[in-house]
Structures are given as C-alpha cells and as structure tokens.
C-alpha cells in the first residue's frame, strides 16, 4: 500500500463477530487515507450481510477521497489488487498466511475477476441503494432459497452468505413454512415452482 500510486480492489467477506482488534482498524484507516491522499482510488465489495453491521459504514464515512463499496450475496475469498500488478489471496483457510502474487497476467486476471464481480454488485457507499423486493421476499431470502434448491446444507449456506447457521436455519424455516413442505426436497422443488428465483425485471 506505500507504494500503491492508482488503484486499491479489495473483496472482504464476512468477518468474524469479534473483527480485528481496535489498533488494527486504525492503522488501515491511515493507509487508506494517505493513498487517498496522494490520489488513488479505493474500490471494495462486502457481502450483504455486512451493510448493516456499525463498523462498515462507518469506516467509509472516516474515509476522504475517491473510494466506493458495493455489496453482493456471496463474494470470493479475501483478495487485495494493488495497481492491477500485484494481488493478495488467502494461503491457508483460517487467512493468517496471504500469498502474494506479483507476475503481471494473474494480477491483471483477478483484477477482471473483481470488475465482473463489481458491475452488478449494489452501492453502499457513498450513495445506498436499497435492494429489491421479489414475490414478497426478500433478497436474503432469494439468496437462501438459491442455495437451498442447489442442495446445500445450513453450515454451507449460512458460510457463503456470511451470517450465523442459526440465522439460517430460521430464514429456511421461514421459507418451509409458506411452501408447507414436508421434507428439504420438497422444500427445494416447492421453492423452484413458487417464482421466488425468477429473474427480477
């Protein structure tokens, strides 16, 4: 980041409840802002399940500069690209270890990735959008429902949305109580008929 001189994509999944300790954000608060500073751009999707949570918003209000977050359902692992030639990706699955990746054509590869990822995404910051209504469910639902009649579990679902298991379990018990089904694969093949998962337009 001190020698970063354009552009900063970052994709954050959901954190743990805990989140980093207090010095740790305000040591990413003074990077950012000094590359902010010096005229970078600062570009980061989240999950959905992080808009609400006090601390995202609120980093980005501290924040001075040309910086924006979007935010989709299900993002990929942490990744930092820094300048479109060098990117962070987690090297172990707990995310204590990063690899760093300096060979110009997969830095430049997952910097697409992040632009694909971004164009649909919803703003969050510095303008919010509110997202859409289907069928009288919610987007947090669709986004159960898409999972559930994909065959996943509720630890899965609950880790690709980034919200407890227990949150799940009573967003899917939700979504068994209007179909009325009686088993999960009714569940998933009632969800599927009920136009829940239409395309929204």
Known sequence: MAEASHEVLAIQPHASHAGPPRDIHGQAQDRDQAFLDRGGRIRTLHQHTTRHAPTVPARYH????????RSLDEVT?????VDRGVAFIPAVK????ALEIRLPAPADYLGTTF?????P???MFPETVARSSLHGSTPRRRAI???????HTDAVIADRLGMSVRTARVHIAKLAAVPGS???????YL???????????
């Open 145 to 151: 429902a898409a999972l559930l009649v994909e065959g």
């Open 77 to 81: 692992e942490r990744l930092l690209v």
């Open 62 to 69: 501290r924040l001075h500069g040309d910086v924006e977050a």
């Open 182 to 188: 009686g088993s999960r694969a009714r569940l998933g």
């Open 121 to 123: 995404a919803t703003p």
């Open 191 to 201: 969800i599927g008929r009920s136009g829940i998962l239409d395309p929204e337009g």
């Open 94 to 97: 707990d995310r204590t270890l």
């Open 115 to 119: 632009d694909r990822l971004w164009r």
